[in-house]
C-alpha cells in the first residue's frame, strides 16, 4: 500500500485526486464507470466519454439532482448507503468526489460499492476526514447554524447552486492502520491512500488563521499525524480472495 501525506494548500487535494481519476478513466482496462453523487455536474464530461466509448452511469440519490445533469447520461436513482440497495454493475471503476462523509453508514457505503464492482476493479474516493477542526465543528453543529457559518466562513458558495448536505464523516479517517483493516475485512486491498493537511480555504476572510493552518500543516508534512488528516483518498482494488478469507476467520 502507498501512503503519502501532502498538504492541501491550493486544491492540492481535489487537483490531485482529478488528475489521477482522469489517468484512471483513460486506462486500457476501464470501460464501465459509475460516478456515486455525481448528481448535477458530472465530473467526466459527455465528450471524453464518446471519445474512449466509455460506459458511463450516474447513481445519486436524489432524482432533482439528476435531472439537472445532461440528458445523455445513463442515470440510476439509488440509495447507495440502503441496506436493501441491489443492482447488478460489474463496473471496472466506481469513484465519488466528496460523497463518502454525506453517508450515515460507512460500512454499508463501501460494501454495495464492492458489491457494484467486478473482481479486480477499483474504488476511488476523496473526502474530508476527522478530525480537523473544521470538520468536527461542522459536525458537532446544529444543521442549521453550521451552513450559516459555512457561508460566512466560504462566501463564494452563497453565490452558487452547490447545496450543503448533512455530514456524518462516517469512515472518513486518514490512512490508519484501522481503516486499512476496514477495508480489507470487506473484500477491498488498499492500493494508495493520500493524507491532506490544512483547511486553508476555510479561513479566506480570516488571513491570521489561514497563515497558522498553512504553517500547522507543513509541520505535519515532516512529521505526519494520520488521525487529524484534513482529506484524504484512498485508491481501493476488489479482491474476492480477501474477502474470502475474512469470512473464514469470522
Not at 11 to 35: Q, T
Not at 40 to 54: N, R, T
Not at 139 to 155: A, D, I, R, T
Request: contains cysteine; hydrophobic residues 40%.
Amino acid at each position: 500500500m502507498k501512503i503519502e501525506y501532502r498538504q492541501a494548500k491550493n486544491n492540492a487535494h481535489y487537483v490531485d485526486f482529478r488528475n489521477y481519476l482522469n489517468k484512471l478513466v483513460v486506462s486500457p482496462e476501464v470501460k464501465k464507470i459509475c460516478e456515486v453523487g455525481g448528481g448535477a455536474k458530472p465530473a467526466i464530461p459527455l465528450d471524453v466519454i464518446e471519445k474512449y466509448g466509455l460506459n458511463y452511469t450516474l447513481l445519486d440519490i436524489s432524482s432533482e439532482e439528476l435531472a439537472k445533469a445532461p440528458k445523455e447520461y445513463d442515470k440510476i436513482q439509488a440509495d447507495i448507503s440502503s441496506p436493501t440497495f441491489n443492482l447488478d454493475g460489474k463496473f471496472d471503476l466506481i469513484f465519488s468526489i466528496m460523497l463518502a462523509e454525506h453517508v450515515p453508514n460507512g460500512h454499508l457505503f463501501h460494501k454495495n460499492v464492492w458489491n457494484l464492482l467486478r473482481d479486480g476493479g477499483h474504488a476511488f474516493h476523496l473526502f474530508p476526514t476527522m478530525y480537523a477542526v473544521p470538520f468536527m465543528v461542522n459536525q458537532l453543529l446544529p444543521e442549521e447554524l453550521s451552513k450559516k457559518l459555512l457561508e460566512v466562513l466560504v462566501p463564494h458558495r452563497r453565490d452558487t447552486d452547490k447545496l450543503k448536505f448533512p455530514a456524518y464523516y462516517s469512515w472518513c479517517r486518514g490512512p490508519l492502520k484501522k481503516q486499512e483493516n476496514k477495508f480489507n475485512s470487506l473484500g477491498f486491498a488498499v492500493e494508495e491512500y493520500i493524507g491532506f493537511f490544512g483547511t486553508p480555504a476555510y479561513f479566506i476572510r480570516m488571513k491570521p488563521l489561514q497563515l497558522l493552518d498553512e504553517w500547522v500543516s507543513s509541520i505535519l508534512i515532516k512529521y505526519p499525524q494520520p488521525l487529524i488528516t484534513s482529506y484524504a483518498h484512498v485508491l481501493l482494488r476488489k479482491d474476492v480472495r480477501l474477502q474470502q478469507l475474512s469470512n473464514s476467520i469470522d
